[in-house]
């Protein structure tokens, strides 16, 4: 049975979206968060984050006398069906999604939330609860109404629902027994052209029908195939396809840890991350994600070859912070933020990011357009910024605001930008490239190794001439700037596991940084540990640890960006794509072969 203290104090929470728009869905099939027109926009539903002046910001189908809730997605699709039941033996089950399908030689994938509410046994009564915010939660939107429709004019954008339940019935909030299937289409101000409930029904068989084809393409691992399928479709819906851009998260100030001032604004582009996604998709086979990411960056470097770290959504470039005074946040835990000051920071490693992230367009022959010398021209003045930044100070990948080193990851994914550069040139046939960018690697090699690696200590470090340790060293092997048997790296493995290690999960760094000391861990730092353990042959350590923290997944297998050491609760920004790729990368290099299956 699930309380009502439960659903407004967990992340227990599941996303639908279509690559328009996205919304996260309680346990009783309440949303409490979506941003309207887009990933970024106003958070229409803004329940999660605690509106102070108004009630509402959520869209909820109550159970009068609710007892219980059952919730799942059903079977590889993101599509959520959710079962209410009351204390007099009624239930009703309501189906979520947002409608995507291949539609005229593209995608059919509009800002609209969807519902399919059916009785399934006893008498239930229902009360449909929809009361959108506006401005962040600061005020309320002016509603009209007609015969079968409700119009709330947001700010730039109308929402408008129709549906076969009467309007009165919904505009009031009145209960009333459900004794018919009910369906409800909540999107732009456009009048449907068919029965609503022809339009809904057709649309779930649809939507459907388009995720499970597009999970039947993957190339899955022969274990944990449900978390590796939940985690593709959650980056896949982290990525907004008018533009290509793909965000770290879909939430933001949800703070990092309890009564922590850690909460920043996640609904923007980080080139890192979404590097990582592109890496762990294409490693699926999902490689149209990458080709349109790769666009997007293409339009962000078009007027400055210089990258920052993150960009909006719509290749926006200032991202300027500010407190909304509107939203107390999440259980109360402010301040919430709109816009992210990293944008202001140097992050040297994005050089190396976005290289990396592009490599796969020159030998996957799959692909529409395989990589050529004319783009090859396009990514080699990124190498160049790699090499002029690699020995330089910036803010690391975990943006500190109060300090600049030569950060040991930065100044690796620099060197991996060159390196990636010249092998490119050798596919490609290009000779001088090849030799010029194989020079400039291996003196970026040298010149990390020597400083990176602090021989007193006998393992790396997390700045050049530093003495700290940091979880990204784990991903030296994975990025080929060391062997996996090499013995500097083994022992860089163990003194992260006794250093960074607590429980069954780690720290990103444990010295204080601008605000204190960290009290979670960073799940995938700990995906990162078990994918290093198994690099060095502790493969069965590896594994059981990888099912301990699968098994902190939320009920609809999801994870946020971070988890508390004791209970495992999660915390931070929602759902999160580093801890997919993380699961997703060590799902891929732990499961045993398919040819066991035979």
């Not at 005020?139 to 009165?168: A, Q």
Request: proline share 5%; charged share 25%.
């Amino acid at each position: 049975m699930t309380s009502v203290a439960d659903l407004q104090t967990s992340l227990d929470l599941g996303i639908i979206g279509n690559g328009s728009i996205a919304a996260l869905i309680d346990a009783r099939a309440r949303i409490v968060w979506g941003c309207v027109p887009a990933f970024d926009g106003d958070p229409t539903f803004c329940a999660l984050l605690s509106p102070r002046q108004h009630e509402g910001g959520d869209y909820a189908i109550e159970l009068e006398d609710f007892a219980s809730s059952e919730q799942e997605y059903l079977i590889n699709t993101a599509v959520i069906r959710t079962v209410l039941r009351d204390t007099k033996g009624g239930a009703i089950e309501i189906i979520d999604f947002a409608p995507r399908w291949h539609q005229n030689e593209r995608f059919y994938r509009p800002v609209m939330l969807l519902r399919h509410v059916r009785p399934l046994s006893g008498l239930p009564r229902i009360r449909i609860r929809l009361r959108p915010l506006a401005d962040y939660g600061a005020s309320k939107p002016e509603t009209t109404w007609g015969s079968n429709h409700i119009r709330y004019l947001i700010p730039d954008f109308t929402l408008r629902l129709t549906s076969d339940v009467p309007v009165r019935l919904i505009r009031d909030s009145l209960p009333f027994v459900l004794d018919r299937d009910l369906h409800l289409v909540l999107g732009p101000d456009e009048t449907l052209t068919q029965p609503v409930a022809t339009f809904v029904r057709q649309s779930e068989e649809k939507t459907i029908a388009y995720w499970r084809d597009w999970v039947r393409y993957l190339s899955i691992p022969l274990e944990w195939q449900d978390p590796v399928i939940r985690s593709a479709i959650t980056l896949k819906l982290c990525q907004y396809e008018e533009t290509g851009a793909i965000v770290a998260a879909m939430t933001t100030s949800i703070p990092e840890a309890a009564n922590t001032v850690r909460n920043w604004d996640y609904r923007y582009c980080w080139l890192r991350d979404s590097a990582f996604v592109v890496r762990a998709l294409n490693r699926l086979g999902a490689t149209r994600s990458m080709e349109d990411y790769l666009r997007y960056v293409a339009n962000v470097a078009a007027n400055d070859g210089a990258l920052q770290p993150l960009y909006g959504i719509g290749f926006e470039r200032e991202l300027a912070e500010s407190e909304v005074t509107s939203l107390a946040g999440y259980r109360g835990m402010g301040p919430v933020r709109r816009g992210n000051l990293a944008w202001l920071q140097a992050q040297h490693d994005v050089y190396g990011s976005v290289v990396l992230a592009a490599t796969q367009l020159f030998f996957d022959q799959r692909l529409t357009r395989v990589g050529d010398a004319a783009i090859f021209a396009r990514v080699e003045p990124l190498g160049e910024l790699a090499y002029k930044l690699y020995d330089q100070p910036d803010a690391g990948l975990w943006e500190f605001r109060g300090r600049a080193e030569v950060h040991t990851y930065s100044s690796v994914m620099c060197w991996a930008a060159c390196d990636r550069l010249a092998k490119i040139a050798v596919h490609l046939n290009l000779a001088p490239q090849c030799k010029y960018w194989r020079e400039r690697a291996d003196e970026m090699h040298a010149r990390i190794t020597e400083h990176a690696y602090n021989t007193e200590l006998g393992h790396f470090v997390e700045a050049l001439d530093g003495n700290r340790l940091d979880a990204s060293l784990l991903l030296l092997a994975d990025l080929g700037f060391i062997k996996a048997d090499d013995p500097r790296f083994v022992r860089t493995v163990e003194a992260i596991g006794k250093g960074l290690r607590r429980g069954d999960a780690l720290f990103r760094y444990v010295a204080p940084d601008d605000f204190g000391s960290p009290e979670t861990s960073f799940t995938i730092c700990t995906f990162w540990y078990i994918d290093a353990l198994a690099s060095i042959g502790r493969h069965e350590e590896a594994r059981s640890l990888f099912e301990r923290i699968l098994a902190r997944r939320n009920p609809l297998g999801l994870l946020s960006e971070d988890l508390e050491f004791g209970g495992g609760e999660a915390w931070g920004n929602f759902p999160q794509t580093y801890s997919h790729v993380g699961l997703i990368n060590a799902a891929m290099r732990l499961s045993r072969p398919w040819q066991d299956a035979a």
